[in-house]
């Protein structure tokens, strides 16, 4: 009796702990740093496909930079070593990320990104915006689905504090949320998402390590085993 009942503990601690297991454990759904390809200092990227699955807009002649550490104070990597970054430096510019990922009510997700004002003009406020928007473009490849979710993030102001001149990146430039899709009102659940990255100030900022994570719930099989386990 005693036998099976340590067994019958050791089974339920097993399954405990793969029920916890299925709780936590998330998928990648995008990891960018913008280390590969190599480009060189300072080269504009425009609507190519030099960064595999982005789509870069330069709105209103706005361009995108990949800058090096050395260049301006770049944080990310050993003072004097490279860094490449992706560098907004007007308002309108988007980056976009199909992501291939078909949504449900039920999603979690959780996104992390870093981010710095340039040191220039550095008295004018810089704000990231991203957002996520159902995939669906028109015959110029141009986004025209429903934006399910969006927001602002501000940066802090470019000082001695911030000025990116560490070795990496501060705690005040890394930047973590998490999206709640029972939370959105509009889009149709089973459509793809698209990641949009931009600015809405007209002042230049840095934006790397952009992480988007899929956070499954408990599986519910995990769950019942448990449930049958403790009996």
């Known amino acids: ?46 609507d190519t496909n030099t960064f595999a699955g982005w789509k870069f807009i330069q709105g209103n002649g706005n361009v995108f ?16 070593s490279a860094n490449q970054v992706l560098q907004f430096e007007w308002a309108g510019s988007a980056a976009e990320y199909d992501t291939g990922h078909n949504w449900s009510a ?34 110029g490849g141009n986004l025209i689905g429903t934006t399910v979710w969006t927001k602002e993030y501000a940066l802090p102001e470019y ?25 959105w009102g509009a889009g149709t659940p089973g459509s793809a998402l698209t990641l949009e990255v931009g600015s809405t100030d007209s002042r230049g900022l840095y934006i790397d390590n952009i992480v988007l994570d899929l956070v499954p719930e408990p599986s519910t099989t995990a769950l019942l085993g448990l449930g049958g386990l403790a009996q």
């Open 1 to 46: 009796m005693k036998a099976h009942t340590k067994l019958t503990a050791a089974l339920a601690a097993t399954g405990l702990a793969l029920a916890a297991s299925s709780a936590t454990a998330a998928t990648t759904i995008l990891s960018e740093d913008w280390q590969t390809p190599n480009v060189a200092n300072k080269t504009q990227l425009d």
């Open 65 to 80: 930079k990949l800058k090096d550490t050395p260049d301006n104070g770049i944080p990310g990597g050993a003072e004097g």
């Open 106 to 139: 039920t999603d979690s997700f959780n996104v992390s990104f870093n981010a710095t004002e340039l040191n220039w003009s550095n008295q004018s406020d810089r704000t990231v915006v991203l957002s996520l928007t159902e995939t669906s473009r028109d015959g």
């Open 159 to 183: 000082d001695s504090n911030h000025d990116g001149a560490a070795e990496d990146w501060s705690l005040a430039q890394t930047f973590t949320d998490t999206i709640d899709a029972s939370l």
